[in-house]
């Protein structure tokens, strides 16, 4: 029995090969494949399925272990990064063959492009070295089996059976949409489906999310009902979905960037996080929208834990209305403000440079040549989410900026390895944990190497730091 509160895309999983729409050939391989251990461990010991986002790929992988009757252990690979964390959840099961219910047993690892290979501690290797040892079919998803020039997925490659999905056809994505529709007892004109079945690109997923922001909740859909839908562009239409959604003064109307935005509910956290600052500029309603998505981050973990997907409508409430609905006393001034202070801040007055807002984006324009502290104005503006555009001697920042969350780490990996290497000489001559040293020890440390470089010096020696970790304590 389901719960009609879930997500309709949860709702609407198929859950037997026959509700699969598409990719036969694909589906044929990997049925093949599965039933290949029948006969013993195969040469291929995991099934590398890729291709775009919601054609099928887990939906199938599910369909193929409750057709056959296998016991599925489905992993998030994105939440298990680490060598250590995978080999504890899946090491002891991958050796064995039957699950304790006597059942045999499948595994999937999902979402592979959110593990980052060298800078994830292993999490590659460790899949790999899993896949050579297992007794149990490991199936691995992605959206691609290659990442770019680094080819980070290159040992999975090399011992698996490369199975491609494509985007799922026209008829078989209006025939899934009318399906849920006579099954939630929406009336949905034709001319409504074939509109969102033609919008959807191919991604089934992405259609079932359109069709639920028209639908529930009412008895009949028009096509004058769809015609806010724009094609399908992930990149371009996010930071449209995110500015209606901001702007929005009813928690129905927020909700819709959730099926408006053509993401992922985890990235389009990740948007609203990233932008929050700038859209609320007002420190009160900053507070209370960081509130919003606090309580939305609580529900989201406490849903995948339980499994009590009920609490995902609240998740979704407090992310898009919580949010929205904290704008009551902000200016908007967003991205020009931020630049505006941002220069004066590095040193340069505003006669240096031209500030011009464009509709792609603000403009930043250096009037003079900058020389080395090009780099300082680089790295404030690149913080922002700018871009320099190389060959037309400017920045530009735009108003809404995707997640630079990566970013910031790989510009703060050295300072956090000193502040690593650090911590642990402290530890091991204060008898204390590493934890504490950097939360107790290390600021007094900085402080003291500021203010009496004399005494700053002593204490370098008596840790035996290196001269570039006393540099480090002494900016």
């Known amino acids: 029995m389901t719960d009609e509160s879930q997500p309709w895309t949860s709702r609407f999983r198929p859950r037997t090969l026959r509700d699969v729409a598409d990719n036969e050939r694909a589906v044929s391989q990997l049925l093949g494949w599965v039933r290949s251990w029948e006969r013993g ?17 887990t939906s199938s992988v599910v369909a193929v272990a409750n057709d056959l009757g296998f016991d599925l252990l489905e992993v998030n690979a994105s939440d298990y990064r680490t060598r250590s964390r995978l080999d504890d959840l899946l090491g002891r099961a991958a050796l064995q063959s039957v699950s304790v219910l006597g059942r045999r047993r499948m595994i999937l690892l999902d979402e592979l492009e959110g593990v980052s290979g060298r800078e994830d501690q292993g999490g590659i290797s460790a899949i790999a070295d899993i896949v050579k040892e297992t007794r149990s079919p490991v199936v691995l998803v992605a959206t691609s ?78 096509a004058e009902d769809v015609t806010w839908l724009g094609e399908r562009d992930r990149q371009e239409y996010t930071p449209d979905a995110l500015m209606k959604m901001f702007s929005a003064r009813a928690l129905g109307d927020a909700r819709q960037v959730l099926a408006a935005s053509y993401i992922g509910y985890d990235d389009l956290f990740d948007w609203i996080n990233e932008n929050l600052p700038i859209v609320l500029d007002d420190p009160r309603d900053l507070a209370e929208g960081l509130d919003a998505l606090a309580l939305a981050d609580i529900h989201q973990g406490r849903a995948r834990r339980t499994q009590a997907y009920r609490l995902l409508k609240y998740m979704f409430n407090d992310m898009t209305g919580g949010v929205a609905l904290s704008r009551r006393r902000s200016k908007g001034e967003g991205v020009p403000r ?55 001697g400017r920045w530009v920042v735009p108003y809404l900026r995707p997640p630079q969350i990566v970013w910031r780490y790989r510009r703060t990996w050295h300072s956090r390895r000193l502040l690593r290497s650090v911590a642990e000489r402290v530890a091991e001559r204060c008898h204390i944990s590493s934890q504490e040293a950097v939360r107790e020890v290390i600021p007094l440390l900085r402080v003291i190497f500021q203010g009496n470089r004399g005494m700053g010096e002593e204490i370098a020696g008596w840790l035996e730091l290196e001269d570039k970790e006393a540099e480090w304590l002494s900016p």
């Open 338 to 392: 931020q630049i505006r202070s941002a220069l004066p801040r590095l040193g340069f007055p505003p006669s240096d440079f031209t500030v011009i807002e464009a509709p792609g984006g603000v403009v930043v324009r250096p009037v003079r040549h900058l020389g080395n502290d090009w780099g300082r104005v680089n790295s404030a503006l690149r913080e922002l989410g700018g871009t320099w555009m190389r060959g037309e």
């Open 145 to 222: 089996a290659h990442e770019g020039g680094e080819e980070k997925f290159r040992p999975l490659r090399r011992i698996s059976l490369l199975i491609e999905y494509g985007p799922v056809p026209f008829a078989d994505v209006l025939g899934r949409l009318r399906a849920i529709a006579r099954e939630v007892g929406v009336a949905v004109d034709e001319e409504a489906l074939e509109l969102i079945s033609e919008r959807s690109r191919g991604d089934v997923r992405s259609a079932i999310n359109d069709l639920e922001a028209v639908a529930r909740g009412r008895e009949r859909v028009s």
């Open 41 to 57: 461990v195969p040469e291929r010991r995991a099934a590398f399925l890729h291709g775009p986002p919601g054609v099928g790929k």
